[in-house]
Structure formats: structure tokens, C-alpha cells
């Protein structure tokens, strides 16, 4: 079945130490790829995303995320976690259609939490 | 607007009540998407309205929510007789292409 896989339920990593945070998808073809934030009580935040070309992406805050298609992965990284990354990220895929207009799925998430 | 806009924030509902969650896309936005998020979940696809065609509503959970968007702008989700398991965010997200901008979401608790 067309999955979004976080592994990692819970991180925690110490101010100014770097992140990766993984993600795999299970698809048939090459999907449309996101990065989203979400601070407690709010909505939604793009970080990035991947549509083709180049396979390691910028993103807004620093971050950024690398596609390996012998890996159905696209792991976020940041070189440097500051506190203020404290939040809940999820990979998410177009599994299907065209552009960023079909149904998009995702990951379970996962929780960074950033200590001094 | 500058982005999108749900209202409202937060709703309680007793069981079986009905309830009508608003969704205000970004101007100019075709797509809308609708999403449930259950606590300590990713969200879940609800709809997809592409103007006021909705062409995707299989993500629905029963046939008591209902999604429209009559004018292709403002769109409503509405629940009937809801229930416990109805308890979750509602996220309204629209798009131009090339990624979603996502709402503040409702939040539904029913009791």
C-alpha cells in the first residue's frame, strides 16, 4: 500500500547539535515530497518540498532535506537544532496525480524536543 | 486573506448535535483540502474540492460529514449527530500548486 513512514515517534537532541530526521515512502514512482511543521495549536507550516531536479532541497529556518530513490527516503536535516525547533515535523507525499492538486498523505510524525 | 482562515478555533458539541466548521482559502486558490487530525496523529484526507467541483471525498469517515464549497471560495464542513470519535482538528488547506497553506484547524471536541 502507498505509505509516508516516520520511524521516529519521539527525538531529542540538545540545543545546537544537528538533526536528521528520516522519512520513507512506499510508492511506484517517484512522488511529490513535503517537510511541515506544527507548533502546538497551530496549523501547518511548509518547511520544504521536492518536486524533481535537484535532490537535496533548502528549506526555510535552516533547514534541509536530501531524496534517495534507491531509499524511498527524504530525511530532513538542520546542521544546528536551536530551541525555538521544538515542535512536531511531518513528511508527507503526493502519492498520486500531478503537481501539488491530488490528495496529499501523511506521516505519523514526529516530536523534536530541544533541551539546553 | 493572507492565509487561510478557520473558524471556529475550538468547538464543544454534546453527542449528537450537529455542528458547521468554516473554511476561508487564500484568494485565487482553486484547491481545498479538508483534514482530520486526531491527537498524536498525522493528518488524515478528508476532501478535495477543486473550485466548487468536489472531486475527491473519499477520505469521508461516515456519511454523517458533509464538505461543500458553492461558490468555489468559502467551503463548510459539516458534521451531524456527532460522536465521540468525531473529536479531533480540523484542518482546512488550499493551494495554487506546489504545496499546501494550511489553516489554524478547528479544534472539535464532543462530549
Known amino acids: 500500500a502507498q505509505s509516508v513512514t516516520q520511524p521516529d515517534i519521539h527525538i531529542t537532541v540538545s540545543e545546537g547539535a544537528s538533526l536528521e530526521l528520516r522519512c520513507n515512502y512506499s510508492?511506484?514512482?517517484?512522488?511529490?515530497l513535503f517537510w511541515y511543521v506544527q507548533s502546538p495549536g497551530q496549523g501547518l507550516q511548509l518547511l520544504l518540498k521536492?518536486?524533481?531536479?535537484?535532490?537535496l532541497v533548502q528549506g526555510i529556518k535552516g533547514f534541509e532535506a536530501e531524496f534517495k530513490r534507491s531509499q524511498s527516503s527524504f530525511n530532513l536535516r538542520k546542521p544546528s537544532v536551536h530551541w525555538s525547533d521544538a515542535a512536531e515535523y511531518f513528511c508527507a507525499a503526493n502519492l498520486g496525480g500531478s503537481g501539488g492538486y491530488q490528495k496529499v498523505t501523511f506521516g505519523i510524525g514526529t516530536k523534536l524536543q530541544v533541551i539546553p | 486573506g493572507a492565509g487561510v482562515s478557520q473558524s471556529p478555533r475550538y468547538k464543544v458539541a454534546k453527542r449528537g448535535q450537529d455542528v458547521a466548521l468554516r473554511c476561508d482559502p487564500i484568494s485565487g486558490h482553486v484547491s481545498l483540502f479538508w483534514y482530520q487530525q486526531a491527537l498524536g496523529q498525522g493528518p488524515e484526507f478528508l476532501t478535495y474540492f477543486q473550485n466548487e467541483a468536489q472531486l475527491d471525498k473519499s477520505g469521508l469517515p461516515s456519511d454523517r460529514f458533509f464538505a461543500e464549497r458553492p461558490e468555489g471560495s468559502v467551503s463548510t464542513l459539516k458534521i451531524q449527530r456527532t460522536q465521540q470519535e468525531d473529536s479531533a482538528v480540523y484542518l482546512c488547506?488550499?493551494?495554487?500548486?506546489?504545496?499546501?497553506?494550511f489553516g489554524s484547524g478547528t479544534r472539535l471536541t464532543v462530549v
Open positions: 488547506a488550499s493551494s495554487l500548486g506546489g504545496g499546501y497553506t
Open positions: 521536492y518536486f524533481s531536479g535537484d535532490t
Open positions: 510508492y511506484g514512482a517517484t512522488p511529490y
